[in-house]
């Protein structure tokens, strides 16, 4: 069951959405779920390739982040600038952080970050990524070329992230 607060950072969010830009790599857009979600999560998730699924190269989601990596800093939805208000409140102090591994920044330019129900259970998932090439998995956590009848999937215990 949803606390309070998780309903309304939900509901404030609710179909907004944030471009994020990737230093030296283009944007991608974040729906209003998928940062409420960060922010439910303590406002940091780090996005990164892998190995592993039912692809050459799993999607991987982290609320630590690792050394190197490219951070994009959010105040909110449809802020700019440090330390400005956005419509939900928020302020520096508040803001979500949105970092991506080096090799998957390239890959990301016109992608679109989302939360929700997806094979059966609540996951971060890239709904769209232009700039990789051939079909995705089912769920939506692996890219690239199938890498056997054989290969497990990326989630098979339903954690959703990989961290937990």
Not at 37 to 45: H, I
Not at 60 to 65: A, D, G, L, P, V
Not at 98 to 109: F, G, N, R, T, Y
Request: net charge positive.
């Amino acid at each position: 069951m949803a606390t309070k607060s998780h309903q309304k950072e939900n509901t404030a969010t609710h179909g907004r959405e944030a471009h994020v830009q990737i230093p030296g790599y283009g944007s991608f857009t974040v729906t209003g779920e998928a940062l409420a979600m960060v922010g439910v999560f303590g406002g940091t998730l780090h996005c990164y390739l892998g190995s592993g699924g039912c692809r050459k190269q799993g999607l991987y989601f982290s609320r630590t982040e690792p050394k190197k990596l490219l951070r994009c800093l959010l105040n909110g939805p449809g802020t700019t600038g440090r330390g400005a208000l956005d419509d939900d409140d928020r302020t520096e102090q508040e803001e979500i952080v949105i970092s991506v591994s080096h090799q998957l920044a390239p890959k990301l330019d016109g992608a679109i970050l989302d939360f929700g129900a997806y094979n059966k259970m609540q996951r971060f998932v890239w709904l769209v990524m232009p700039a990789v090439k051939g079909p995705a998995c089912t769920c939506l956590r692996s890219i690239g070329p199938a890498a056997g009848k054989r290969s497990r999937c990326l989630d098979p215990q339903g954690m959703g992230l990989s961290d937990l």
